[in-house]
């Protein structure tokens, strides 16, 4: 081979490098931010537990910690948007709101049954949306979600009036039953307490099953902050 040659296959193989270089810290990262936390896990043991003797070699493919984290979560993003798109189209317009309400939260749960084998990335969002300095990072990654907003849209208008703060503490509250739960189920998998498709699926019904009822609930008065809306007929609860 020539020297030209030699030189050509060196940059050819630059790119495909640095992104094995990714994909080993980003299967180190969600694992340790998973099993330890994010503020115990350094960037130097993700480094080392990807294999890489040098300790910046985090920092220089994905910059300070906010970056890695979204990193993270973007792996997966696609396909749980794929799956949750899948869902949506199959909707009619006299859908009921339990099919709505698993558009909503069959698409994580689904997703992380086909990685096969044990999987962090439940436990990574956990962790990840209870971190202080990552909350909001992580909230607005989640609230950006074009299906999510297309899921919810769907089910409110099957629903009774509810203020608007109402609507938006079940949304929260919604996303973060679907992800603590998940992440629940993820550690007892590593138990070897379930096959994991039976696991899930199991998880995916109790967790619709729990929606329906949260999002049905009747409004107490005292919850709702907009007297104008408390003071209204069907303000108090489901009509």
């Known amino acids: 081979m020539t020297v030209d040659g030699r030189a050509e296959d060196a940059r050819q193989s630059a790119p495909d490098r640095g992104a094995a270089t990714r994909d080993l810290i980003l299967d180190a990262a969600e ?14 043991q993700i480094g080392e537990a990807a294999g890489q003797g ?8 994905f910059g300070g910690r906010s ?15 794929r799956l949750r798109g899948g869902l949506l189209a199959e909707l009619r317009p006299e859908s009921p709101l339990r099919d709505r309400v698993e558009c909503l939260v069959r698409p994580l749960p689904a997703h992380l049954a086909t990685l096969g084998g044990r999987t962090w990335h439940a436990r990574f969002l956990a962790q990840a949306g209870t ?3 990552l909350r909001e990072v992580v909230r607005a990654d989640a ?3 074009p299906t999510v907003g297309q899921a919810l849209d769907g089910m409110v208008r099957l629903l009774p009036a509810l203020p608007p703060g109402v ?3 079940r949304a929260e509250m919604s996303r973060q039953l679907v992800v603590h739960m998940c992440a629940e189920r993820e550690r007892s998998l590593h138990d070897g307490n379930a096959p994991a498709r039976q696991a899930w699926e199991s998880t995916t019904a109790g967790l619709i099953d729990a929606l329906v009822g949260l999002w049905l609930a009747p409004v107490t008065p005292t919850a709702c902050p907009d007297p104008a809306w408390r003071n209204t007929p069907g303000g108090s609860g489901v009509k």
């Open 67 to 81: 970056e890695l984290v979204l990193a993270v979560l973007r792996r997966h993003t696609a396909a749980v948007e």
């Open 31 to 44: 694992r340790l931010f998973a099993e330890r936390g994010l503020l115990a896990t350094s960037n130097r």
């Open 54 to 61: 040098n300790n910046s070699v985090v920092g220089y493919h």
């Open 143 to 145: 609230e950006a979600s």
């Open 167 to 169: 609507r938006a503490d």
């Open 131 to 133: 971190e202080p300095s």
